[in-house]
C-alpha cells in the first residue's frame, strides 16, 4: 500500500498572504488539524497546523520586552512568529513530505520519528495531498483481504518467513505448525522475551486465529 493509496485528494490550502484569522476559519473548516500553505504553482512551502495557530492565538495576551542578550536572534525569531498575522511567519517550515510512492510504513516510521500528526504529498515539487495518522491507521486496518495468507499452509509458511526476517528465528530452533488457522510454536530460546517475540511475530501473520506458544528456554546449565 503506498501513499497515493492512502492520501486525500483535493487537499484544502492556504497562501502565505492569508492572515491568521482567515487560517483559523479554514483549519477549522477542514477538520483536518493542518492545512498545507502552497504558493502561485502549487508548490509546498511551509504548514499550518493547530498547535500554530494556538500558539499565536494564545500569545496575543502575552506582552514581554526582548531582551538585547545573547539569544535575541532566536527571541526575535520566537517574537515575529508569535505576533505577526501573516500565515509566512506563523507556519511551519521546513515541511516534512513524502513522495506518492512511500510505502505505508515509510509513512508511519515519518510520523513517528518527526512527532506530526500530517504529512503532504508531494510529487514534482507540487502538493498532491495529504495524509493524517487516522488515513494510515484506517488504510493498515482495510488492507484487501486477499493480502492477507489463506490455508494452514500458506499461514505456516507465512509465520516461519516472518521468524526468520524479523527475529532470526529459524526453523531448526522454532518450528512453526498450523491447524484450522491456529499456529502452535514449539522449540528452544534462550529468554522469555525471546519466547514472547517469537509469539508476537506469528500472531502478526494476517489470518492467524491463535498462537499455541509451546516454546521453552533452553537450560542455563
Known amino acids: 500500500m503506498l501513499a497515493r493509496d492512502i492520501m486525500t485528494t483535493p487537499v484544502t490550502t492556504l497562501d502565505e498572504g492569508h492572515n491568521v484569522r482567515e487560517a483559523v476559519e479554514i483549519v477549522n473548516a477542514s477538520k483536518i488539524g493542518a492545512v498545507p500553505v502552497v504558493d502561485g504553482e502549487g508548490r509546498l512551502t511551509g504548514i499550518v497546523t493547530e498547535g500554530d495557530l494556538l500558539r499565536r492565538v ?90 492477507t495468507a489463506s490455508g494452514d499452509e500458506a499461514l505456516g509458511t507465512a509465520v516461519r518467513s516472518r521468524l526468520e526476517s524479523e527475529l532470526e528465528i529459524t526453523a531448526p530452533m522454532v518450528k512453526a505448525t498450523v491447524s484450522n488457522g491456529i499456529v502452535t510454536l514449539r522449540g528452544e530460546v534462550e529468554t522469555e522475551l525471546e519466547r514472547a517475540a517469537a509469539r508476537v511475530a506469528a500472531e502478526s501473520v494476517r489470518g492467524v486465529g491463535g498462537v499455541l506458544n509451546k516454546i521453552t528456554l533452553a537450560s542455563a546449565w
Do not use: F, N
Not at 110 to 136: C, F, N, T, W, Y
Open 58 to 147: 494564545a500569545s496575543s495576551w502575552v506582552r514581554r520586552a526582548v531582551p538585547h542578550t545573547r539569544d535575541r536572534e532566536d527571541a526575535l525569531a520566537d517574537y515575529v512568529k508569535a505576533r505577526s498575522w501573516r500565515v509566512k511567519d506563523v507556519m511551519s517550515t521546513p515541511v516534512i513530505s513524502a513522495a506518492p510512492t512511500a510505502t505505508a510504513s515509510q509513512l508511519a516510521e515519518l510520523l513517528q520519528a518527526h512527532d506530526i500528526k500530517h504529512l503532504p504529498v508531494v510529487e514534482d515539487g507540487r502538493l498532491a495531498g495529504m495524509i493524517s495518522r487516522r488515513d494510515l491507521m484506517r488504510a493498515l486496518l482495510e488492507v484487501p483481504r486477499q493480502c
